[in-house]
């Protein structure tokens, strides 16, 4: 395992759009007054997520909790292999955001539809972080990924579309792939831009949303607060 790579402090604001295609939050982006643009290529974005058999992250997030973490293991491409993942520790308070992130080697080119190798992740997350309580792979979440930037570089944008999961905590919903309708925007800036930009995305047609991919997947299968 390497060392901390990224460690950043920053503001997250999500909108969550059901009717809206991924053109049209596209043609609202651009004609914002900070003029963004693409700042990367598309791409998939793989994620599992790890919580204790208390489900406390979900919990938190439920009951409106300000303090709360979320555990994630990410990679990008197939979905199915894994590759140079790197597992993530995001600390939230309110909207203010902070990411602790690892590179993890050991878990390069790993098939995630195998149960042995969910088991691998698991043992091999938990004995080289030390959490209070023991985390288990719960749920993935899988979606494309288009990116931008403003003119004056100080805030990305993202929008999520096409969302899908897999249930790991039952093993035999290991194949079973769920779609979500939901398409997500996402901006985020240093703490000190956020009066700046709330003032000028007031023309958002939605109210600033807290949204989470992760509380959304798990939350598809009742049983998940059992």
């Keep these: 395992m390497n060392k901390i790579i990224k460690s950043i402090k920053r503001y997250e604001r999500k909108w969550i759009f059901n009717t809206l295609d991924l053109n049209q939050i596209c043609i609202f ?5 900070f003029f963004f643009s693409t700042h990367y290529p598309n791409r998939q974005v793989n994620s599992i997520y790890f919580d204790d058999i208390n489900h406390s992250s979900i919990k938190q997030n439920l009951d409106g909790i300000s303090e709360k973490k979320k555990y994630r293991l990410r990679w990008y491409g197939n979905y199915k292999m894994i ?9 939230k308070s309110g909207f203010d955001v902070k990411k602790s992130s690892y590179k993890l080697n050991e878990l390069n ?11 691998k992740i698991e043992k091999f997350i938990n004995n080289n972080f030390n959490f209070k309580n ?38 035999k919903d290991i194949n079973i792939m769920r779609g979500y309708n939901e398409n997500i925007l996402e901006m985020k ?30 939350m598809a299968l009742p049983d998940y607060l059992i």
């Excluded at 982006?29 to 007054?33: A, F, G, H, S």
């Excluded at 080119?109 to 088991?119: G, H, R, V």
């Design 109 to 119: 080119n790993l098939n995630l539809i195998n149960l042995a190798n969910i088991n």
């Design 189 to 218: 800036y240093d703490v000190d831009l956020d009066f700046l930009v709330r003032d000028n995305v007031k023309d958002i047609s939605v109210r600033f949303s807290k949204n989470s991919k992760f509380i959304n997947s798990a």
């Design 134 to 171: 023991r985390l288990y792979p719960i749920v993935t979440t899988h979606y494309k990924r288009t990116y931008f930037i403003s003119s004056n570089r100080l805030i990305r944008a993202t929008v999520d579309t096409d969302l899908k999961s897999l249930h790991l905590k039952s093993y």
């Design 83 to 91: 590759k140079n993942p790197i597992f993530e520790i995001k600390s």
């Design 29 to 33: 982006l651009y004609n914002t007054k």
